[in-house]
């Protein structure tokens, strides 16, 4: 049985790279969506084990310094970091994992598993970046600007990317990733760029 690929999806908060994932996840069932672990408190809307796995400091550190993390980094004051078992055991078995963190982990993952393709998800403008953090209502203003100045790092890093999609249609963004992860697996990634 073949692996399966394993899709790296990242880019700046307020992106939409939930929405996007969610619309991609009910376009294609066959993908398993991996959930990252946190320090971070839950927001009111969130549910532990399907949003993500929030964990106190203690225990991410005692999972960090066993290997049990694919990756993990510490992103505006929290830790993040992806399971390592799940997505093994998912790609062992043939199933096309999908990972939605950070850029900092989208690297580590990209290092330590080379075949993963690598999608960076941006809003069209950094002012339509501001304008869905604030409309989300979950940061304080502060929290805003610490993750617009990052936003701009992030951006420096795009390129880097198989894959950009710029997420200014939902519609037509879930289409297009769609594409990406429906694309023959040899080398794919590197013969078209999307911009």
Not at 32 to 59: I, K, M, Q
Not at 168 to 178: G, H, K, M, S
Request: glycine fraction near 8%; charge should be negative; proline fraction near 6%.
């Amino acid at each position: 049985m073949p692996a399966g690929r394993l899709f790296i999806i990242s880019g700046p908060s307020g992106a939409g790279k939930g929405t996007l994932v969610k619309e991609l996840l009910a376009r294609v069932p066959r993908l398993w969506l991996s959930v990252s672990a946190t320090t971070r408190p839950a927001r009111p809307d969130e549910v532990d084990g399907r949003h993500y796995v929030f964990l106190s400091p203690e225990r991410f550190d005692e999972l960090a310094g066993t290997g049990g993390l694919l990756e993990w980094a510490e992103v505006h004051g929290n830790r993040y970091g992806t399971p390592r078992e799940p997505v093994e055991r998912a790609l062992a078995t043939g199933t096309d994992v999908i990972l939605e963190i950070d850029p900092q982990g989208a690297r580590q993952v990209k290092d330590a598993l080379p075949d993963s393709v690598l999608v960076f998800i941006t809003a069209p403008s950094m002012d339509e970046l501001r304008r869905r953090l604030e409309r989300r209502g979950s940061e304080t203003k502060e929290e805003v600007e610490r993750r617009l100045r990052t936003a701009v790092e992030e951006l420096r890093i795009a390129g880097s990317y198989d894959y950009v999609v710029e997420n200014d249609d939902i519609r037509r963004a879930t289409d297009e990733l769609v594409r990406i992860v429906e694309s023959p697996g040899e080398g794919a990634a590197s013969e078209t760029k999307e911009a």
